[in-house]
C-alpha cells in the first residue's frame, strides 16, 4: 500500500524547510519573485496576512466530493483552503478568500490537527488549495501530523504560478501535484490574472510536476501519486485550449491526466471584461474534447454543460460547498 511514510517523508520536510526558511528571507515562491522578507513579516503581491513565518492565513477545512473523481474516492478529499493568492484574477470564484480578506491566523499545530481531523473524518488525501504563499506553516503542519500517525497523499492544488526552486524542494514531500493551466498567451496572464509571465513559469513548474511524480498511480480508485493538469475553458478562446493541448503534446506528457473544465461562469469581476461574460457552449467543449482526443490524450477528465453553479463555494459558511455532481469519471463526453 502506498501511503505517507515517516521514514522517508519527515527527515525529507526538516531538510527542506531549512531552505525553504532561507528562500523566505528574500520570496522567490511564486513567478512574481517580489523579493521580500517573509520571515520578518514583509508582504508581498500576494498579501500575505499572517503574523509570521509559522502561521498560515486559514480559510476553511471540508471532505469536498466536487473535485475531480480520483481525489474523491468513497471519503471525499481533504481540503484545506488557504487565504490569499498570488494572481488577481478577475474570474475568480474563491474571491471572498482569495482576494476579498476571509480568513483567519492558525499556527502550524492548529492546522496539523486540521490534517488529522480530516483523516479521522475518512478523507482519501490531503488536499492544500493555494498553499504557495503558505508553504512553510504548511511543511511544519505536515512534519507535526507525520509524527502523530498523518499518512495521506499530500495533493499540491495550485494556480500554476509556481517558481521552479519551490517546486523542486517539493520533491518526495508531494505525492499528486494539481496545478491549473490558466492561459498560453503572456497578454492574457497580465490582463485577467496581473502575471504576464504566467504562460512561461507555468510550463516550467508543471514539466517539474510530471518529471517527479509521473502519471496517475491509482489504488482501488483513488490517486496515490501523478499529476493532473486542470485547463478551464473560457469563452472566445481566451485560454488558448488548442495551443495548450498542442504543448502537452509537444512535451510528451501525454500520459497525465488532463481536467478539462467547462464550469466557468462569469464572477467576481468579470463583468468588467466583455470578452468574459459569455460561456462555452457545449459544441466548443465537444471540439476541444475531440481535439483532445485525436491527439492521443487518453487520461481526460470531463464535466457536464450544467456544472457551471455546481462548484461555487460560499466560504461564510462553514460548509462552503453544496453538494454537487461530480466531475465525470467516466468516458470522455462523446466527440461524435
Keep these: 500500500m502506498v501511503q505517507f511514510c515517516d521514514m522517508v517523508k519527515a527527515p525529507r520536510i526538516e531538510t527542506v524547510l531549512h531552505d525553504l526558511g532561507e528562500m523566505m528571507r528574500a520570496c522567490c515562491a511564486c513567478g512574481h519573485r517580489c523579493g521580500v522578507d517573509r520571515a520578518g513579516n514583509a508582504t508581498g503581491f500576494c498579501n500575505t496576512s499572517a503574523k509570521d513565518l509559522h502561521h498560515a492565513a486559514y480559510a476553511s477545512h471540508t471532505l469536498h466530493f466536487g473535485e475531480e473523481p480520483p481525489l474523491v474516492g468513497r471519503g471525499g478529499s481533504g481540503t484545506v483552503f488557504f487565504a490569499g493568492c498570488n494572481l488577481r484574477c478577475v474570474f475568480c470564484q474563491n474571491h471572498q478568500i482569495s482576494q476579498g480578506g476571509l480568513g483567519e491566523n492558525m499556527h502550524y499545530t492548529d492546522l496539523a490537527r486540521i490534517f488529522l481531523r480530516l483523516q479521522d473524518q475518512g478523507a482519501e488525501n490531503i488536499n492544500l488549495v493555494t498553499p504557495t504563499h503558505y508553504v512553510y506553516p504548511i511543511l511544519e503542519a505536515l512534519l507535526e501530523a507525520s509524527r502523530q500517525g498523518l499518512h495521506l497523499p499530500i495533493v499540491y492544488n495550485t494556480n500554476g504560478y509556481e517558481s521552479l526552486e519551490l517546486i523542486a524542494l517539493l520533491q518526495d514531500i508531494v505525492d499528486v501535484y494539481l496545478p491549473d493551466m490558466k492561459y498560453m498567451d503572456a497578454a492574457h496572464g497580465l490582463a ?34 501523478g499529476l493532473i493538469v486542470r485547463h478551464l475553458i473560457l469563452p472566445n478562446n481566451l485560454s488558448n485550449t488548442y495551443d495548450f493541448l498542442l504543448w502537452m503534446r509537444d512535451e510528451q506528457m501525454e500520459p497525465a491526466t488532463i481536467s478539462l473544465m467547462s464550469q466557468y461562469s462569469p464572477q467576481f469581476r468579470a463583468h468588467e471584461f466583455p470578452e468574459l461574460c459569455g460561456r462555452v457552449s457545449r459544441s466548443e467543449y465537444r471540439e476541444i474534447v475531440k481535439y483532445a482526443i485525436d491527439l492521443g490524450f487518453e487520461h481526460l477528465l470531463t464535466q457536464g454543460l450544467d456544472s457551471s453553479g455546481l462548484y461555487l463555494p460560499d466560504f461564510r459558511r462553514d460548509e462552503p460547498f453544496e453538494a454537487g455532481e461530480p466531475l465525470d469519471a467516466g468516458e470522455p463526453l462523446d466527440a461524435g
Design 192 to 225: 485577467y490574472s496581473r502575471a504576464e509571465d504566467y504562460p512561461s513559469v507555468a510550463k516550467l513548474a508543471i514539466k517539474e510536476m510530471f518529471r517527479q511524480v509521473g502519471p496517475l498511480v491509482m489504488e482501488n480508485g483513488v490517486a496515490k501519486r
